[in-house]
């Protein structure tokens, strides 16, 4: 029997991490004294920085394989569901959100998106998410698509409830991020509400969402079983 896989997250990014720490701290043990002409550079300091590439690698590893369950309930916990919604997992992955949505709705609808970049996920495809889907029991109330973001094909305020984890940050330009709060923004209903999870941009976020004439609200940052430390916030349409 196949088990769940929602993959782990940058994986590039880790395995850079760990070259490069690895690296310093080889080059540290071998060359402890390096010398320029007359200048001696003790090299041993920077076995520091080696290790803390290293921890960092490790802890991105342990919030793939244990702390984003932990995140993703924290994050649908912020919903008061009634089992009715249709929601949107934006940036979908392999499904962790669009599936524990999905387990909470009754007569409503999960869909996620996602354009199913390997870079931001490993095993990062549409079929694999289908098949956890299946694997979780929900592909009755579940769709997966292939969509960008930036250019959905979703009618205006359509879903009672947008969510994203680690998504939006992956879009490179500031006004394409912009751009797809608003987007999120449109087809939202009135009274629907958006939850926001990611490292970086969320000012952005927040401040985009208000330009809009939503109300947000910072849920918090957490620390301890999220890495990189993960911001959570929520916005409702007015």
């Not at 070259?19 to 060359?31: A, D, E, Q, Y």
């Not at 919030?63 to 369950?69: A, D, E, Q």
């Not at 994050?75 to 009634?82: F, M, P, V």
């Not at 499904?95 to 990062?124: P, Q, V, Y």
């Amino acid at each position: 029997m196949k088990k769940i896989d929602y993959g782990i997250d940058a994986p590039k990014v880790i395995r850079r991490l760990l070259f490069i720490g690895i690296l310093i701290i080889s080059i540290t043990l071998l060359f402890p004294i390096v010398s320029f002409g007359e200048i001696e550079l003790v090299t041993s300091g920077f076995i520091w920085a080696g290790v803390s590439l290293i921890v960092g690698a490790i802890l991105m590893t342990l919030y793939s394989k244990f702390g984003k369950l932990k995140h993703r309930d924290r994050i649908l916990n912020k919903i008061q569901w009634t089992g009715s919604e249709k929601v949107l997992d934006v940036g979908t992955g392999l499904g962790l959100l669009m599936i524990g949505a999905a387990k909470r709705l009754t007569t409503g609808k999960a869909i996620g998106i996602d354009i199913f970049d390997s870079r931001d996920l490993s095993n990062n495809t549409l079929e694999r998410t289908r098949a956890n889907a299946k694997l979780e029991g929900v592909t009755g109330n579940t769709e997966v698509l292939r969509m960008d973001i930036l250019k959905t094909d979703f009618p205006n305020d359509y879903f009672d409830v947008i969510v994203s984890n680690l998504c939006l940050h992956n879009i490179k330009k500031a006004k394409d991020r912009d751009a797809a709060c608003a987007e999120i923004f449109r087809i939202l209903k009135p009274e629907g509400k958006t939850i926001i999870s990611d490292f970086i941009n969320i000012g952005n976020y927040s401040r985009k969402f208000k330009s809009l004439g939503m109300k947000v609200q910072n849920e918090g940052t957490y620390l301890f079983d999220t890495f990189p430390p993960l911001t959570i916030i929520k916005s409702i349409k007015q």
